[in-house]
């Protein structure tokens, strides 16, 4: 494309708070991208004005060009849309409510719940016709554009537009970042010192191998610890809270354990493992895993949406350019400027011993012709044990929740592994208490 071209960035989901204004900030502190048009699509117009006005005082800010508007109208948004980022949650935080609290009337205390176990299958059931309807949409309206995905679960929901669409769509998560982070902070390196090989599903990737400026990584590691915990090592010499949401006992464990590091965020770790969040609270309390309520995540939305308008009014300064990669993918397709980052693509042999078609977690080239996975090989056979379970419950809830198929959507919560320790009874119990509870926003199955 010309150096000229003005892209058209569709927002969808284009209220949130915590989404929204950060990326709007990464777009406009990259000056190639300056003269975009960013639409934020959202059925609550006041949200969408509210970050529109937020978007306008940055670019002011910064003095830069842009035209950011606001619609709940599908056909305007995505009439000739580039690109496509989708950030939502159907039934927002009064949907959620339910995937936490009923699976604990079950024995599973979810941390997180947005992914895997009850929590992250209800969720994923409700949010599967809105991808598939937003698919159709893009697909009608703007067949060449680039979608890319933050909604969780991850794997699903871009496997979702993978499956009904032909457009070029991949998912984005910083989880990985988190864990240069980690090394950089033990190993006293920079992220540019790091050659990273990692494979999994998103929340549930293991670091392979690694080299600090072409060293073997996993033997400095070792040596670097010298015996102690990683949390430990973290926090030698610091008074900061250093663990990523939680502290990280779990990582370690599950390093001594297994001999490869895991994803550092615990909170969502613990939640693709038998007996870290089951069968009671007192699971959780010995690696320290921090549960964030719904009130708490109110809270947060609270506090994003008063940044948002203390952004809009001037009295805050916008955010530095965040680490997320969205902007890096879009100069890739406009300018020619090939990006290699994480990506969550269906598997066609990156990692050759995980199902096909399942969404896995590698490194991956993006440029004018879409995404590529960058191979990963194999997992060791104790962690492909680990991880293909996940990717079949992924396929099969993804196949249950666009057919409408109950008796599938059962069956995949069966072969959860935080379900073990309950009866296939109990299992469809729980299943069929999470739909009825969230029955307004799962058509597929009235």
């Known amino acids: ?77 995505f009439q000739g849309a580039d690109f496509v980022i989708i950030t939502i949650s159907t039934g927002g935080l009064q949907a959620m409510a339910h995937d936490l609290a009923i699976p604990e009337k079950y024995g599973i205390f979810h941390t997180v719940g947005d992914t895997a176990g009850p929590g992250g299958w209800s969720r994923a059931l409700r949010n599967v016709p809105v991808l598939l309807h937003l698919a159709q949409q893009i697909e009608r309206y703007a067949p060449r554009a680039v979608v890319l995905n933050y909604t969780n679960p991850l794997a699903v929901l871009t496997g979702t537009i993978a499956r009904a669409s032909g457009l070029r769509v991949v998912g984005l998560c910083h989880g990985v970042f988190e864990n240069y982070g980690l090394l950089e902070k033990l190993l006293g390196v920079e992220e540019k010192d790091l050659a990273v090989r990692f494979g999994g599903v998103n929340h549930f990737f293991w670091i392979l191998d690694f080299a600090v400026k072409g060293q073997p990584g996993y033997p400095l590691l070792r040596e670097h610890l010298a015996g102690r915990a990683v949390d430990e090592a973290l926090r030698e010499g610091s008074t900061d809270e250093i663990g990523f949401h939680s502290s990280d006992k779990l990582c370690d ?139 079949q419950v992924q396929l099969m809830v993804l196949e249950a929740a666009m057919k409408g198929d109950r008796r599938l959507a059962f069956e995949a919560l069966m072969l959860d592994p935080v379900c073990a320790h309950l009866s296939p009874k109990q299992v469809r119990e729980m299943g069929a208490d999470l739909m009825a509870a969230t029955k307004e926003w799962l058509p597929q199955f009235s």
């Open 1 to 77: 494309m010309s150096e000229s071209y003005n892209p058209k960035i569709v927002m969808v989901g284009g209220g949130s708070y915590t989404w929204c204004p950060r990326l709007l900030s990464d777009l406009m502190q990259t000056p190639e991208m300056e003269g975009a048009e960013v639409v934020l699509l959202d059925p609550s117009l006041q949200a969408a004005e509210e970050v529109r006005a937020a978007g306008e005082a940055i670019a002011a800010r910064l003095n830069k060009r842009y035209r950011v508007w606001a619609t709940r109208s599908e056909a305007e948004a």
């Open 253 to 391: 464990e599950l390093f001594s354990e297994y001999g490869y590091l895991p994803y550092v965020g615990d909170r969502h770790t613990c939640e693709f493992l038998p007996g870290y969040i089951t069968p009671n609270p007192g699971s959780l309390e010995r690696h320290k895993l921090v549960r964030t309520s719904v009130q708490e995540r109110l809270d947060n939305r609270d506090r994003a949406r008063q940044w948002t308008l203390d952004i809009a009014s001037g009295k805050a300064e916008p955010s530095a350019r965040s680490r997320e990669t969205a902007v890096d993918i879009m100069m890739a397709f406009l300018h020619g400027k090939p990006f290699t980052d994480v990506v969550n693509l269906p598997n066609v042999g990156q990692i050759d011993n995980l199902p096909r078609g399942a969404v896995v977690e590698t490194l991956g080239l993006a440029d004018g012709l879409g995404f590529r996975a960058v191979s990963t090989g194999a997992l060791p056979p104790v962690l492909q044990q680990l991880v293909a379970p996940h990717c």
